[in-house]
């Protein structure tokens, strides 16, 4: 079994970056499929972006060229340029147990979730 905590939210202005963190504990990350997952006030929980064992990686329509979802044996990244507002949300992060570079955008996807992090842009 493996814990996810999350890192690195807080408020930003439009146009800011953030970069987010999410630290394993209990095991390596290095057989999970990892993905970051967000959701808004009054909205459902998102994929956002994905990525497999091999580094091959998925991104929601929306943040694709703005977000870049990378990892490392036991830490999985979120670098986020180019904020709008429309990103605010709670922020966390996923994993579950798979060699599979099949792209994973949504929460039943998932096995093991973080308890989230707050990003907040503001214009």
């Known amino acids: 079994q493996v814990q996810l905590v999350e890192s690195g939210g807080g408020s930003v202005q439009v146009g800011g970056s953030l970069r987010l963190s999410c630290a394993a504990s ?16 009054g909205k459902e929980r998102e994929g956002v972006a994905g990525i ?4 091959s990686t998925a991104y929601v329509s929306s943040v694709k060229g703005r977000f870049t979802i ?10 986020m340029n180019s904020l709008r507002p429309e990103d605010t949300a ?24 973080g308890q989230g992090t707050q990003v907040t842009v503001s214009s």
Not at 30 to 41: F, K, V
């Open 26 to 41: 209990g095991s390596s990350l290095s057989a999970y499929y990892l993905g970051w997952l967000r959701q808004a006030p």
């Open 52 to 55: 497999a064992v091999d580094s």
């Open 70 to 79: 990378s990892r490392d044996k036991r830490t999985l990244y979120l670098q």
């Open 90 to 113: 709670m922020y966390y992060c996923a994993a579950v147990r798979s060699s599979l570079d099949t792209p994973r955008l949504r929460q039943i996807h998932y096995t093991y979730f």
